[in-house]
């Protein structure tokens, strides 16, 4: 551990812990999306696959740690960096050189950490505790709820807003080429926020309205 | 002829060594006493300035081992002012093949200083500098290069080769941070101890030998000791006389002009640079000029209307310059020196300049300004480029654009200080340039080893006199800077500090330091307890006024000794009116100010009445007396081929208690031998 | 024009420090911001007031010495401009501008709007150089031939003026992009190379140390850096640390 009392490579930490994540949601984007096409059944053989297969449940715990971890140093090194300046400007104008993504990952990000504890409460433990047969029902179901789906959907936003930053600035922090990469990345950065935030959105506002 | 009585005291000899030019150096360094590593360590030096000079002496002296305290104004060394130099710095690499040696190198500087400098110096600056390069590239300094990954070179004025090496337009920042950064390894290593934010507000000699200084801590205002074996005196030049200048605005002659008053000589202060590529003034608020660096000449040519009505009609706004045809502009240096046309020394272009201007031919709203224009060499390199990328009959616009690019590769970085300080873009309309004052040459008397006659005080730099003569080539003052801090200082102070291996710390408790001190303390108490009427501010302007009209581009001798007189009128009503608000153990730039101007307005004097003394142009030192019928500077070999070094009238302290004249001061010759060139009357045509 | 100024007051280090709010008038819009600062100090001197102290050297964009937080930005609303090359045209008359000192805790108040940047140099003693005595006794310097490309980027690097304008900026007052500068600089010559692993570990480890905050790659400071320091600068740091650990 003594390697992560570096600034530098704190910030390496959180990059592959993002990247991780990110490769986690578009797996999850996937599956969620044979919800609609092609249906029931996929969907349902995807749940049972992830349920069994022994890598899946052998990275479940990796993937909680990683969650632990990128959550618990984001928030680490957003207070200790807040104490960087104890006296602040009277009169700031930060939009002026950067964007609102890039300033306030720590809001987006605890705002998809709320969704999560929600998420886990609504599936993931019904799931670990309860024999569930029917995934595709308790899915669906729940985006029938107008207030659940507008929250879903808003978290999604919140989450395409956190990777529109975090994807490019995962590379940036591990040293990727900038002049050589850096517009390629900010793009597949771009699609990948586009295809969570609307991907997961449109799942929930197609069954709310089916 | 001068009115004045100038008291004249014993000539000085400059201890140089025997033997061939090129083996004087080589001789020296074999003779010289060295210091044991051992004994290094129990010798002290002070080293005053970290520009190009003093960061590289303290990185070098620190290195051999020596305990070295530097000190700077600013709040760290690598902002000293050396960082504003922009076009380059020569050595005799001769990497173009086009003919360039140590002995032309040698003599390109001793012929640009007009036979006014030290052949034995002139030639050692030549020696070393190749080193400067190879040091500088090892301590990696980014320095242009060519595609194949060799050093690139270009022009600068006075020469007829291309030996300057450059990093865009910040030479002098790039060189800097290499010095700052041999020093900051020697910070590290803790054999440097750095005093920022601190000054030196005076010399403490005790049995004739420099031993220490008075510095203030420019954050608490207090007075701090410190004692050494040696004090290097490393501080920069004294343009800032002439309030308007290209130094910074807390360049100052402080720390020379106490060094003076304690007994070191003052040499050649008429010897200043007006640099001819300047941003003309606008305002009377303005607070100091910028350069745009000599460099430009390469490529820009400079003109002025050929009609007086067309430079009428440009100063009421009534014209553009590019709406003048080709043959209505007179490009006024190709006329008059077809062989160096835009890259004649900075002396001739300047006053070429101002001849024009003062023929009624100015080109901005106060007639006090020339073009300098970058249309054709945009033509030349767009059309090169075109070729160069296989464009066949390429349109205008494809050329202009090319040759933009090219430009802008070179000259980036000044285009674009220009465009934000007079708001036109250079680009599409030309620059306007005119003189101002930039360099000192003259400064303090040094030896051949770069002592003072005042034993244990070496001064480096633009701070000594030494190597330009009476005229600064382009390119020159950073080698000059970095070849007295590396190369000569390291060897020369070590034959001096032999002799007090056994003699221990200097101590600080001596009535020598509880004097100097005290003093400094009176005349800040002095200025704090003055509550007069007139800022600081208001009597540098005076002062810099006076400067520009009567001792600046050309001088006479009536308006010399009007100088004179007006300077030590300015000087009583200085020391009766000057306001100085704030305490004095508190941070207080007013304070620091009053001390500055107080020197200033000596400086001031003695500089107009070098200039009096000295019957003869020479250099950028030009008396409207002395000129050849073409308005050329006409030189007095046989009465003038001196150097002139002052010695301060009074005891050090006086000032404060009665009116001493720089007028009294004592002037003391060292005679120029030229035995290995033939001064020769410069001919740039 | 006249100009409503809003301007940090601190009398030293362990004063609160307050807002004053001072009129001036006879502003002209060829004169520089610093300029306009003179303008109000004679007048304050004037009136027997303590003129504002702010820092300031060279006036030409260069010696990294002025700093002042403009209308909420370093060095003001101009891009690649110091404030003493900032010019009062850029403002309108009768307009009201606060101005600041640089905020970090890295960079203390010393006096109004001068603060202590003293930890910029000390990162630098840490390695900002490559250890070779100034002897003159290298090789010479058309010795080992550098890709034109590399030597170009060094030289972008190495153009920074140790301002702090990227500290000042950056939501978590991080230097990285000054030590990145550096860092880069060097790593992209082949003299540089040698020391390369030691430099970015023991750079980084004193910018930690001196309480600079860490990057979260907004690219704020490569906005606000008067010499247009790249982001890619960052980028290399960030590689040769990685590289540096498995050295």
Same mark, same amino acid.
């Not at chain 1, 950067?98 to 990000?109: F, K």
């Not at chain 2, 080193?131 to 007829?160: E, K, T």
């Not at chain 2, 020369?492 to 500090?497: A, E, H, K, S, V």
């Given at each position: 551990?003594?390697?992560?009392?570096?600034?530098?490579?704190?910030?390496?930490?959180?990059?592959?812990?993002?990247?991780?994540?990110?490769?986690?949601?578009?797996?999850?984007?996937?599956?969620?999306?044979?919800?609609?096409?092609?249906?029931?059944?996929?969907?349902?053989?995807?749940?049972?696959?992830?349920?069994?297969?022994?890598?899946?449940?052998?990275?479940?715990?990796?993937?909680?740690?990683?969650?632990?971890?990128?959550?618990?140093?984001?928030?680490?090194?957003?207070?200790?960096?807040?104490?960087?300046?104890?006296?602040?400007?009277?009169?700031?104008?930060?939009?002026?050189?950067?964007?609102?993504?890039?300033?306030?990952?720590?809001?987006?990000?605890?705002?998809?950490?709320?969704?999560?504890?929600?998420?886990?409460?609504?599936?993931?433990?019904?799931?670990?505790?309860?024999?569930?047969?029917?995934?595709?029902?308790?899915?669906?179901?729940?985006?029938?709820?107008?207030?659940?789906?507008?929250?879903?959907?808003?978290?999604?936003?919140?989450?395409?807003?956190?990777?529109?930053?975090?994807?490019?600035?995962?590379?940036?922090?591990?040293?990727?080429?900038?002049?050589?990469?850096?517009?390629?990345?900010?793009?597949?950065?771009?699609?990948?926020?586009?295809?969570?935030?609307?991907?997961?959105?449109?799942?929930?506002?197609?069954?709310?309205?089916? | 002829?001068?009115?004045?009585?100038?008291?004249?005291?014993?000539?000085?000899?400059?201890?140089?060594?025997?033997?061939?030019?090129?083996?004087?150096?080589?001789?020296? !360094?074999?003779?010289?006493?060295?210091?044991?590593?051992?004994?290094?360590?129990?010798?002290?030096?002070?080293?005053?300035?970290?520009?190009?000079?003093?960061?590289?002496?303290?990185?070098?002296?620190?290195?051999?081992?020596?305990?070295?305290?530097?000190?700077?104004?600013?709040?760290?060394?690598?902002?000293?002012?050396?960082?504003?130099?922009?076009?380059?710095?020569?050595?005799?690499?001769?990497?173009?093949?086009?003919?360039?040696?140590?002995?032309?190198?040698?003599?390109?500087?001793?012929?640009?200083?007009?036979?006014?400098?030290?052949?034995?110096?002139?030639?050692?600056?030549?020696?070393?500098?190749?080193?400067?390069?190879?040091?500088?590239?090892?301590?990696?300094?980014?320095?242009?290069?060519?595609?194949?990954?060799?050093?690139?070179?270009?022009?600068?004025?006075?020469?007829?080769?291309?030996?300057?090496?450059?990093?865009?337009?910040?030479?002098?920042?790039?060189?800097?941070?290499?010095?700052?950064?041999?020093?900051?390894?020697?910070?590290?290593?803790?054999?440097?101890?750095?005093?920022?934010?601190?000054?030196?507000?005076?010399?403490?000699?005790?049995?004739?030998?420099?031993?220490?200084?008075?510095?203030?801590?420019?954050?608490?205002?207090?007075?701090?000791?410190?004692?050494?074996?040696?004090?290097?005196?490393?501080?920069?030049?004294?343009?800032?006389?002439?309030?308007?200048?290209?130094?910074?605005?807390?360049?100052?002659?402080?720390?020379?002009?106490?060094?003076?008053?304690?007994?070191?000589?003052?040499?050649?202060?008429?010897?200043?640079?007006?640099?001819?590529?300047?941003?003309?003034?606008?305002?009377?608020?303005?607070?100091?000029?910028?350069?745009?660096?000599?460099?430009?000449?390469?490529?820009?040519?400079?003109?002025?209307?050929?009609?007086?009505?067309?430079?009428?009609?440009?100063?009421?706004?009534?014209?553009?310059?590019?709406?003048?045809?080709?043959?209505?502009?007179?490009?006024?240096?190709?006329?008059?020196?077809?062989?160096?046309?835009?890259?004649?020394?900075?002396?001739?272009?300047?006053?070429?300049?101002?001849?024009?201007?003062?023929?009624?031919?100015?080109?901005?709203?106060?007639?006090?300004?020339?073009?300098?224009?970058?249309?054709?060499?945009?033509?030349?390199?767009?059309?090169?480029?075109?070729?160069?990328?296989?464009?066949?009959?390429?349109?205008?616009?494809?050329?202009?654009?090319?040759?933009?690019?090219?430009?802008?590769?070179?000259?980036?970085?000044?285009?674009?200080?220009?465009?934000?300080?007079?708001?036109?873009?250079?680009?599409?309309?030309?620059?306007?340039?005119?003189?101002?004052?930039?360099?000192?040459?003259?400064?303090?008397?040094?030896?051949?080893?770069?002592?003072?006659?005042?034993?244990?005080?070496?001064?480096?730099?633009?701070?000594?006199?030494?190597?330009?003569?009476?005229?600064?080539?382009?390119?020159?003052?950073?080698?000059?800077?970095?070849?007295?801090?590396?190369?000569?200082?390291?060897?020369?102070?070590?034959?001096?500090?032999?002799?007090?291996?056994?003699?221990?710390?200097?101590?600080?408790?001596?009535?020598?330091?509880?004097?100097?001190?005290?003093?400094?303390?009176?005349?800040?108490?002095?200025?704090?307890?003055?509550?007069?009427?007139?800022?600081?501010?208001?009597?540098?302007? !005076?002062?810099?006024?006076?400067?520009?009209?009567?001792?600046?581009?050309?001088?006479?001798?009536?308006?010399?000794?009007?100088?004179?007189?007006?300077?030590?009128?300015?000087?009583?009503?200085?020391?009766?009116?000057?306001?100085?608000?704030?305490?004095?153990?508190?941070?207080?730039?007013?304070?620091?100010?009053?001390?500055?101007?107080?020197?200033?307005?000596?400086?001031?004097?003695?500089?107009?009445?070098?200039?009096?003394?000295?019957?003869?142009?020479?250099?950028?030192?030009?008396?409207?007396?002395?000129?050849?019928?073409?308005?050329?500077?006409?030189?007095?070999?046989?009465?003038?081929?001196?150097?002139?070094?002052?010695?301060?009238?009074?005891?050090?302290?006086?000032?404060?208690?009665?009116?001493?004249?720089?007028?009294?001061?004592?002037?003391?010759?060292?005679?120029?031998?030229?035995?290995?060139?033939?001064?020769?009357?410069?001919?740039?045509? | 024009?006249?100009?409503?100024?809003?301007?940090?007051?601190?009398?030293?280090?362990?004063?609160?420090?307050?807002?004053?709010?001072?009129?001036?008038?006879?502003?002209?819009?060829?004169?520089?911001?610093?300029?306009?600062?003179?303008?109000?100090?004679?007048?304050?001197?004037?009136?027997?007031?303590?003129?504002?102290?702010?820092?300031?050297?060279?006036?030409?964009?260069?010696?990294?010495?002025?700093?002042?937080?403009?209308?909420?930005?370093?060095?003001?609303?101009?891009?690649?401009?110091?404030?003493?090359?900032?010019?009062?045209?850029?403002?309108?008359?009768?307009?009201?501008?606060?101005?600041?000192?640089?905020?970090?805790?890295?960079?203390?108040?010393?006096?109004?709007?001068?603060?202590?940047?003293?930890?910029?140099?000390?990162?630098?003693?840490?390695?900002?150089?490559?250890?070779?005595?100034?002897?003159?006794?290298?090789?010479?310097?058309?010795?080992?031939?550098?890709?034109?490309?590399?030597?170009?980027?060094?030289?972008?690097?190495?153009?920074?003026?140790?301002?702090?304008?990227?500290?000042?900026?950056?939501?978590?007052?991080?230097?990285?992009?000054?030590?990145?500068?550096?860092?880069?600089?060097?790593?992209?010559?082949?003299?540089?190379?040698?020391?390369?692993?030691?430099?970015?570990?023991?750079?980084?480890?004193?910018?930690?140390?001196?309480?600079?905050?860490?990057?979260?790659?907004?690219?704020?400071?490569?906005?606000?850096?008067?010499?247009?320091?790249?982001?890619?600068?960052?980028?290399?740091?960030?590689?040769?640390?990685?590289?540096?650990?498995?050295?």
């Amino acid at each position: 551990m003594t390697i992560l009392k570096s600034s530098v490579a704190k910030k390496v930490a959180m990059a592959l812990s993002g990247l991780f994540l990110v490769m986690f949601i578009l797996i999850h984007l996937a599956i969620n999306l044979t919800l609609i096409y092609p249906g029931k059944e996929a969907f349902d053989a995807a749940v049972e696959f992830m349920a069994t297969n022994p890598f899946i449940q052998l990275m479940q715990p990796v993937l909680f740690l990683g969650f632990i971890f990128h959550i618990a140093m984001g928030i680490y090194l957003e207070w200790t960096n807040q104490g960087k300046r104890s006296v602040k400007y009277v009169n700031s104008n930060p939009g002026a050189a950067s964007s609102w993504a890039s300033r306030n990952m720590i809001w987006t990000g605890l705002f998809v950490l709320l969704f999560l504890i929600v998420h886990l409460i609504n599936y993931f433990v019904p799931f670990k505790t309860q024999e569930i047969h029917d995934h595709y029902a308790l899915v669906t179901g729940l985006f029938k709820n107008p207030f659940y789906t507008l929250f879903y959907v808003l978290a999604f936003i919140g989450l395409g807003i956190h990777l529109s930053h975090g994807f490019q600035s995962a590379f940036q922090s591990l040293g990727t080429p900038r002049e050589k990469c850096n517009k390629a990345l900010v793009i597949t950065g771009n699609i990948i926020a586009l295809l969570v935030a609307f991907g997961f959105s449109a799942i929930a506002i197609y069954f709310y309205f089916n | 002829m001068s009115t004045i009585n100038i008291k004249e005291g014993a000539p000085l000899k400059a201890k140089i060594p025997q033997g061939d030019l090129s083996q004087k150096w080589t001789i020296y !360094k074999d003779k010289i006493r060295l210091v044991s590593p051992a004994n290094k360590r129990n010798l002290d030096i002070i080293v005053v300035g970290t520009g190009l000079a003093g960061a590289s002496a303290a990185a070098s002296l620190a290195e051999l081992g020596y305990n070295v305290k530097a000190f700077a104004f600013q709040d760290s060394p690598r902002r000293a002012h050396s960082i504003a130099a922009q076009g380059g710095i020569n050595a005799s690499k001769n990497y173009q093949n086009d003919g360039d040696s140590d002995w032309r190198l040698f003599y390109d500087t001793i012929k640009g200083g007009d036979y006014r400098g030290r052949e034995a110096n002139t030639y050692r600056l030549a020696e070393v500098s190749g080193a400067i390069i190879d040091q500088a590239v090892m301590q990696g300094v980014p320095f242009a290069r060519d595609y194949g990954g060799l050093l690139d070179n270009r022009s600068f004025g006075g020469v007829l080769v291309s030996r300057t090496f450059y990093a865009k337009g910040q030479t002098g920042q790039q060189l800097l941070l290499g010095a700052y950064s041999a020093l900051n390894r020697q910070i590290a290593r803790g054999k440097v101890e750095m005093y920022n934010r601190h000054e030196m507000i005076d010399l403490v000699v005790m049995d004739g030998h420099a031993r220490g200084i008075i510095a203030r801590n420019l954050i608490t205002g207090r007075l701090e000791r410190f004692s050494a074996h040696a004090v290097v005196i490393a501080s920069g030049g004294y343009s800032n006389v002439y309030f308007l200048s290209t130094n910074a605005m807390g360049s100052n002659a402080t720390a020379a002009w106490r060094a003076h008053r304690k007994g070191a000589y003052f040499a050649n202060p008429a010897f200043v640079q007006i640099h001819p590529t300047c941003i003309p003034r606008s305002s009377e608020h303005q607070s100091k000029l910028t350069l745009m660096s000599e460099s430009l000449r390469n490529d820009g040519r400079i003109w002025v209307p050929k009609k007086l009505e067309d430079a009428v009609a440009i100063r009421e706004g009534k014209l553009k310059p590019t709406q003048i045809p080709e043959e209505d502009r007179d490009y006024y240096l190709e006329r008059r020196y077809p062989a160096f046309g835009n890259l004649v020394p900075r002396d001739v272009a300047s006053r070429a300049a101002k001849e024009r201007c003062d023929a009624g031919y100015g080109v901005n709203k106060t007639g006090e300004a020339v073009y300098l224009d970058f249309a054709s060499a945009i033509e030349r390199y767009g059309k090169e480029q075109a070729h160069l990328k296989g464009i066949k009959k390429p349109s205008k616009e494809i050329i202009t654009e090319l040759g933009r690019k090219v430009i802008e590769d070179k000259y980036g970085n000044l285009f674009q200080m220009y465009e934000k300080i007079v708001d036109e873009n250079p680009y599409e309309t030309p620059m306007m340039i005119y003189p101002a004052n930039h360099y000192s040459m003259g400064g303090l008397w040094v030896d051949y080893d770069l002592q003072s006659n005042l034993p244990g005080l070496f001064v480096i730099g633009e701070a000594n006199f030494s190597d330009h003569g009476a005229n600064r080539l382009g390119a020159s003052a950073l080698m000059q800077g970095l070849a007295d801090g590396y190369f000569v200082l390291p060897y020369t102070i070590g034959d001096y500090l032999a002799d007090y291996i056994k003699a221990g710390k200097v101590p600080t408790d001596t009535p020598e330091f509880d004097e100097a001190e005290e003093k400094v303390m009176e005349e800040i108490n002095f200025f704090l307890n003055n509550k007069g009427s007139h800022s600081v501010d208001y009597f540098h302007k !005076k002062l810099g006024k006076i400067m520009w009209d009567k001792v600046g581009l050309a001088r006479n001798a009536q308006g010399l000794q009007e100088a004179i007189k007006e300077i030590q009128e300015l000087r009583k009503e200085f020391w009766k009116d000057v306001r100085v608000p704030g305490k004095a153990n508190d941070y207080n730039p007013e304070l620091e100010k009053a001390g500055y101007v107080a020197d200033y307005l000596e400086l001031g004097e003695l500089l107009a009445l070098d200039a009096l003394n000295r019957n003869e142009s020479a250099g950028g030192h030009f008396r409207e007396e002395y000129q050849t019928p073409e308005g050329e500077a006409l030189r007095d070999d046989e009465n003038y081929a001196y150097v002139a070094a002052w010695e301060y009238p009074a005891k050090p302290y006086e000032r404060y208690t009665k009116q001493v004249n720089m007028s009294d001061e004592i002037l003391h010759k060292e005679p120029l031998i030229f035995e290995f060139v033939k001064p020769t009357t410069r001919s740039y045509k | 024009m006249k100009l409503n100024l809003k301007i940090w007051r601190q009398n030293g280090p362990n004063d609160k420090g307050r807002m004053v709010d001072y009129q001036i008038d006879g502003v002209e819009s060829d004169m520089s911001f610093l300029e306009m600062l003179d303008l109000l100090n004679e007048n304050l001197i004037a009136k027997g007031e303590e003129p504002i102290a702010f820092d300031h050297d060279c006036r030409e964009g260069i010696c990294g010495m002025c700093s002042l937080y403009i209308n909420g930005e370093a060095h003001g609303p101009d891009r690649l401009t110091t404030t003493c090359q900032l010019h009062m045209r850029r403002f309108k008359d009768g307009e009201t501008i606060t101005i600041e000192p640089w905020r970090a805790n890295a960079f203390p108040v010393i006096k109004d709007l001068i603060v202590d940047r003293s930890a910029l140099d000390r990162i630098q003693q840490a390695g900002g150089y490559i250890s070779v005595n100034t002897s003159g006794r290298t090789v010479d310097a058309n010795n080992i031939p550098i890709p034109k490309k590399d030597a170009d980027n060094a030289f972008d690097a190495a153009t920074c003026i140790g301002c702090g304008a990227c500290v000042a900026t950056c939501k978590n007052a991080s230097a990285m992009l000054f030590v990145s500068a550096k860092v880069a600089q060097f790593a992209q010559l082949p003299q540089g190379r040698v020391e390369a692993a030691k430099r970015v570990q023991d750079m980084v480890a004193v910018m930690d140390a001196e309480g600079f905050g860490s990057c979260t790659n907004t690219g704020a400071c490569e906005v606000e850096c008067p010499k247009g320091i790249s982001l890619s600068n960052i980028a290399i740091l960030n590689k040769e640390f990685l590289l540096a650990q498995v050295k």
